[in-house]
């Protein structure tokens, strides 16, 4: 068995990783405790100990507004980290893959789906950071690879953390009969957690860099969730949904994202699809509709 340290075990998507792949590799899931990724003699050490044959970097703030109010935090561990684990990976002979988001997009202006060349200039710190985080850890560690991804969502499981996310928003909007606004100005792709997690050992053979990972999306969110919302009940959304025009006045905030880049290069092993084919897959697995 190829060995795996993967961090963020006990995440959101970390968790669901360790259920899914626990039996076909020799898993290393460290908690902080045990595994400072902004300490680099500690990752050092932990290479050392372990020889992980795969990184498979999971950890991260990801909470786009803390890591707005905290810069600081979200460098130290968004970015510093990461260069840690790259650098050790790069002298350990390790592959290392490492999630990236779709929010390195948030300050294009361009329409439609983004490729990974397009000139990047994030407007929030998450962004920022895990831009420099990527452009850092290549430096490092050329055979990195950065994957991309969306905005992800999955129903609530027991003994899984879950976060808010797009599905659970619309069920509970549904069951409360409250009213959800939802903005008209921003498009981007929403991926089943399961299909992510599904995907990552595809990535261990890809060449070092940034890929795009997560379903497409030619949609803005107000109309994927209207769409998703009468998949569900068979009614039009009406005034259970309500359109926000008002949010990112400035510009259409475009995190759309084209995975043609991974499909080829993974030799079409890794293929999402589109948000609603994923949304509808969702829905009937999980007795939905």
């Known amino acids: 068995m190829q060995k795996l340290l993967v961090t ?13 792949w626990r039996n076909a590799y020799s898993i290393i899931a460290p908690s902080h405790a045990e595994l400072d990724i902004t300490d680099a003699a500690s990752v050092e050490r ?15 703030l990801s909470n786009t507004w803390y890591c707005e109010q905290h810069p600081d935090e979200s460098y130290l561990v968004n970015v510093e980290g990461v260069c840690n684990l790259a650098a050790a990976s790069a002298r350990n002979g390790v592959k290392f893959v490492f999630f990236s988001s779709d929010q390195v997009y948030n300050g294009n202006r361009e329409c439609g789906a983004l490729c990974e060349d397009v000139v990047l200039s994030p407007e929030n710190v998450y962004g920022r950071h895990k831009l420099e985080a990527e452009m850092r850890a290549f430096e490092l560690c050329p055979s990195a690879v950065a994957l ?7 129903k609530e499981r027991e003994g899984m953390p879950t976060h808010v996310n797009f599905v659970l928003n619309i069920e509970r909007a549904i069951k409360e009969h409250a009213p959800l606004l939802l903005p008209v100005r921003e498009f981007r792709g929403i991926t089943w957690v399961r299909d992510a997690v599904e995907y990552i050992p595809a990535t261990f053979e890809l060449p070092g860099g940034a890929y795009n990972y997560g379903a497409e999306c030619s949609m803005n969110t107000y109309e994927t969730a209207c ?5 569900l ?15 990112y006045p400035e510009h259409e905030r475009n995190l759309s994202m084209s995975t043609d880049k991974i499909f080829r290069a993974s030799g079409g092993t890794v293929y999402f699809g589109s948000t609603m084919d994923g949304l509808r897959i ?8």
């Open 8 to 20: 963020g075990a006990s995440g959101f998507v970390g968790s669901r990783f360790v259920q899914r």
């Open 46 to 60: 932990f290479f050392v100990e372990h020889s992980p044959d795969v990184v498979v970097h999971l950890a991260a």
């Open 148 to 154: 991309r991804a969306t905005w992800m969502y999955d």
């Open 227 to 231: 769409c998703y919302c009468e998949m």
């Open 233 to 247: 009940v068979g009614l039009k959304a009406g005034p259970l949904l309500r359109p926000d025009y008002e949010r």
């Open 282 to 289: 969702f829905a009937e697995v999980n007795g939905l509709i």
